[in-house]
T-cell receptor, first 115, second 114 residues
Framework: EPEVTQTPSHQVTQMGQEVILRCVPI?????FYWYRQILGQKVEFLVS????????KSEIFDDQFSVERPDGSNFTLKIRSTKLEDSAMYFC?????????????FGSGTRLTVV | KQEVTQIPAALSVPEGENLVLNCSFT??????LQWFRQDPGKGLTSLLL?????REQTSGRLNASLDKSSGRSTLYIAASQPGDSATYLC?????????????FGQGTTLQVKP
């Protein structure tokens, strides 16, 4: 079964550093998403991306964050100048269509620890 | 604003029991609802997807129902096994969003004791 692949699985970074989280969505999917889950809290939507543009972003997704599809297969989330409160599990997801008629497939996540 | 709530927050049952997990949402204008399983420290595994026009979906020992008008969904697990121990999340896709954004509940953590 096709998978969404995320790398790295775990990243530790110092406060103030920049990190890039990487995702390879399912090849025939056109819609891409990032979510995060702070330990013990709900999974929260960050951003949706289609046709090389952001479709929607949450209040969390401020100027510190950016997304990119650099080469037609990878989908990245960049966090500039990380803060302690950015420590969370970050999930990438993809879908064939916007309405999710075929569901949403999530990756296994990147656990980001900011120290 | 759509809110998704799951009850109970935690559930412990002996092996073999049938059980029901509940999910409620405040805005009935949804495209679909999806149930996920999350093992500790791991990603989200899709279990069942119910479109707004459907009443239920089944996969093996799992059955999910949807009552859109009352803003409720249930996940029924038959003959529970220790391997079913995990956190179960429901998530809805709102019609108004139109960007594929999912809104999650906080999950029900299930423990099945041998």
């Amino acid at each position: 079964e096709p998978e969404v692949t995320q790398t790295p699985s775990h990243q530790v970074t110092q406060m103030g550093q920049e990190v890039i989280l990487r995702c390879v969505p399912i090849s025939n999917h056109l819609y891409f998403y990032w979510y995060r889950q702070i330990l013990g809290q709900k999974v929260e939507f960050l951003v949706s991306f289609y046709n090389n543009e952001i479709s929607e972003k949450s209040e969390i997704f401020d100027d510190q964050f950016s997304v990119e599809r650099p080469d037609g297969s990878n989908f990245t989330l960049k966090i500039r100048s990380t803060k302690l409160e950015d420590s969370a599990m970050y999930f990438c997801a993809s879908s064939e269509d916007r309405a999710g008629n075929y569901g949403y497939t999530f990756g296994s996540g990147t656990r980001l620890t900011v120290v | 604003k759509q809110e998704v709530t799951q009850i109970p927050a935690a559930l412990s049952v002996p092996e073999g029991e049938n059980l029901v997990l509940n999910c409620s949402f405040t805005d009935s204008a949804i495209y679909n609802l999806q149930w996920f399983r999350q093992d500790p420290g791991k990603g989200l595994t899709s279990l069942l997807l119910i479109q707004s026009s459907q009443r239920e979906q089944t996969s093996g020992r799992l059955n999910a129902s949807l009552d859109k008008s009352s803003g409720r969904s249930t996940l029924y697990i038959a003959a529970s096994q220790p391997g079913d121990s995990a956190t179960y999340l429901c998530a809805v896709n709102n019609l108004i969003s139109n960007t594929g954004k999912l809104i999650f509940g906080q999950g029900t953590t299930l423990q099945v004791k041998p």
